[in-house]
């Protein structure tokens, strides 16, 4: 069985002075809850579009359903994708975007709709340019969800959002999705939020895609060791850094590896901590290890080294 | 209640195993649908699920078609031999291990052993235990 | 299909915007027009023009399908192709309907002597002097036309921005005094007044149609690479 939902074939997008999308190859699967995280700007919005067909990739293929979703009714009917910034008509209310909705996802479920907008204390009668930055927040959120597309797309959905209302938004996605199976893809940057709703974790930085594995897999993938700077650096030699603090003689370094029982026990013998590293510290360590610190990083790595030395 | 030190399906089967263990699941008795688990943690369904299935296949709980999971008869006694297996790995063979090394005797462990448990009986507070320690 | 008439109901889930607004801007000209004309004490035929705000409100109208409304299609998944027709489609329904209150408006003028004060709404010298088709073929084409080329200079901002929009107005200008010049150059201005004279209004509209064609056209090809 083939249940490959998106596949991106070297994608590209290029503008003037900028590489939004570097050569993105992506396969995401059938009823999943994908995690597409990444900076401001990474090219999370970009990948998204290209792939709805609301954008156009300069180069590569991106195939949907099996099928470029451009201009393509099959395909398209199956997705559903509001953009942070989406717009709306003139004159339209809530209530009038949730009709349309209707007239396309043969799937929508009014009374859930109603029931969200409840939950988000939505008016849905005033006018979607008269809503707030939350509310109109909520509006797409109502979409994606009631859409019940069996392609859905959340881009950076809580934006203006406050905390209850964005816990209400994990909280009915959750339910939703265990009654409805679909595939999610859920954009975002506020990731300690999202991480155990995440089944598969896609992470992009500066148009590539630096990390892509099951949520389950990056769990414990790495580990922060702390404790007197010289044997951290000696229990570590050799290690994939990623990640290095120091405060006076202690250390505090995160390395890109699992450490099996017998090391864990080695290094609580030499009195070392050992403590578990987020997904959102791993995407930060990860993101700015390529960002050209990483070099730096591993000089001041030498550096240090040296200086404890001395 | 979840972490980032280990799996998240892990945890659940943890969890799952506690209450068998401490009998809020007694055996024969239905334990929450994963959907269940998943919006309580606020966890993806998939994960529960996985983390049901591995009690599923190691036979502590078991699948009522159509009605849905329940803790298996002999799932305590079951758990409570593993968990006794890995108290054997993680605890007892590093402490014997320590104790050798700092030339503690069998019979001097023994006795520290009983008063530990003692302490432990009479529901000390932590001042008493510091103290003991 | 069900897709693009989707697009068309859902324009029309508020009436206001293809709807309400046209009549509510067609019967406040008309009101306030004749109310000027009932003010000028002539008793002979009074025209005021007043009868081309809804036009203008149609020229806005394409603009805003394409800045507002396109975007919100692409996020309901709507094919460009659905939604092009979906909007062109009920806009020639909305100016078909249009076009027969102007007809209607302006049969009721001619029965009453201009409302009963000489006042001409919806008659306008020349162009409604033909048979009745000719004066709706005239309507029906100008309102296409206001709509089609709102939606085209919008599709053409959606696509290359402030600069494509720039361009392709300074383009058209330069081409249309270009054209005006070389007319002037090759003397040609005694035999294009020719031509416009033999013009009836019925065949200014078979042009004017022609033109919305290419327009349309044009539209369509610049929308099948636009992004929201």
């Known amino acids: ?310 | ?133 | 299909m069900s897709r693009t008439l989707a697009v068309a109901r859902m324009q029309l889930i508020n009436k206001w915007t293809y709807i309400g607004w046209p009549l509510t801007i067609l019967a406040a000209s008309f009101l306030m027009s004749l109310a000027i004309f009932a003010l000028i004490p002539v008793n002979e035929g009074k025209y005021g023009g007043g009868s081309q705000a809804p036009m203008w409100y149609f020229l806005v109208l394409g603009i805003q399908s394409m800045t507002l409304v396109f975007p919100f299609s692409q996020g309901l998944s709507i094919s460009r192709r659905a939604f092009y027709l979906g909007t062109l489609g009920l806009f020639s329904l909305i100016a078909l309907g249009m076009t027969a209150l102007y007809l209607l408006g302006g049969a009721i003028e001619g029965a009453t002597n201009g409302w009963g004060v000489y006042g001409y709404y919806f008659k306008i010298p020349w162009v409604t002097d033909g048979p009745w088709y000719s004066t709706a073929a005239f309507f029906f084409v100008v309102m296409m036309f206001m709509f089609i080329i709102g939606f085209w200079f919008a599709t053409i901002f959606k696509r290359w921005g402030t600069t494509g929009t720039l361009v392709s107005t300074l383009g058209t200008a330069v081409a249309l005094i270009g054209l005006a010049a070389l007319t002037t150059l090759l003397e040609w201005w005694g035999s294009v007044g020719a031509w416009f004279a033999q013009q009836s209004p019925l065949s200014i509209s078979g042009w004017a149609a022609l033109l919305c064609v290419v327009l349309a056209a044009c539209s369509y090809a610049t929308l099948r690479r636009a992004t929201p």
């Not at chain 1, 470029?68 to 209530?95: G, H, M, T, W």
């Not at chain 1, 026990?265 to 590293?277: D, F, I, N, R, T």
């Not at chain 2, 005797?105 to 302490?119: D, P």
Request: aromatic share 6%; proline share 2%.
């Open chain 1, 1 to 310: 069985m083939n249940d490959t939902i998106v596949e991106a074939r070297n994608l590209f997008k290029h503008y003037k002075d900028l590489n939004a999308l570097d050569n993105v190859n992506l396969n995401l699967s059938t009823n999943r809850i994908y995690g597409l995280l990444g900076r401001n700007g990474a090219g999370k919005t970009t990948l998204m579009s290209i792939l709805t067909a609301q954008a156009f990739a300069s180069s590569g293929e991106a195939l949907v359903f099996g099928a470029s979703a451009y201009e393509n009714d099959s395909v398209l009917s199956r997705i559903c994708f509001i953009r942070e910034s989406q717009k709306y008509p003139d004159d339209f209310q809530p209530q009038h975007a949730f009709r349309s909705a209707a007239l396309f996802y043969k799937d929508w479920d009014q009374q859930f709709a109603d029931r969200l907008a409840e939950d988000f204390q939505l008016p849905l009668k005033r006018r979607i340019k008269k809503l707030s930055r939350g509310q109109l927040s909520a509006v797409g959120v109502i979409i994606g969800l009631a859409s019940r597309a069996e392609l859905t797309f959340f881009d950076e959905p809580y934006l203006g959002l406050d905390a209850v209302a964005r816990q209400l938004f994990y909280d009915r996605l959750v339910e939703d999705y265990a009654d409805h199976p679909r595939t999610i893809i859920l954009s975002s940057h506020l990731i300690d939020e999202v991480a155990n709703l995440l089944e598969h974790v896609v992470v992009i930085d500066r148009g590539r895609i630096i990390m892509d594995a099951d949520a389950e897999d990056i769990r414990g993938s790495a580990v922060t060791v702390s404790g007197s700077a010289d044997t951290v650096d000696a229990f570590l030699m050799g290690r994939k850094v990623l990640h290095r603090e120091t405060l006076g003689s202690l250390a505090s370094v995160t390395v890109d590896e699992a450490l099996n029982s017998r090391e864990r026990a080695e290094a609580l013998e030499l009195g070392l901590e050992l403590s578990p590293v987020s997904l959102q510290q791993l995407v930060v360590r990860k993101t700015m290890a390529g960002a050209g610190t990483a070099a730096s990083g591993a000089e001041n790595f030498t550096d240090d080294v040296m200086e404890a030395r001395r």
């Open chain 2, 1 to 133: 209640m979840i972490d980032d030190s280990k799996p998240i399906f892990m945890q659940i089967a943890e969890l799952i195993e506690n209450g068998i263990v401490d009998g809020t699941m007694p055996e024969e008795s239905q334990v929450p649908s994963t959907n269940e688990f998943a919006a309580f943690h606020r966890i993806n369904p998939a994960t529960a699920a996985k983390g049901v299935n591995v009690l599923v296949d190691s036979g502590i709980l078991y699948k009522r078609r159509g009605i849905g999971m329940f803790v298996a008869t002999g799932a305590r006694a079951q758990v409570i031999a593993r968990r006794t297996e890995e108290f054997f790995e993680q605890y007892v063979k590093p402490l014997t291990l320590e104790a050798r090394k700092l030339g503690i005797s069998a019979e001097q462990l023994n006795t520290m052993i009983e008063r530990s448990s003692g302490l432990a009986q009479e529901t000390g507070t932590d001042k008493e235990r510091s103290a003991a320690l």
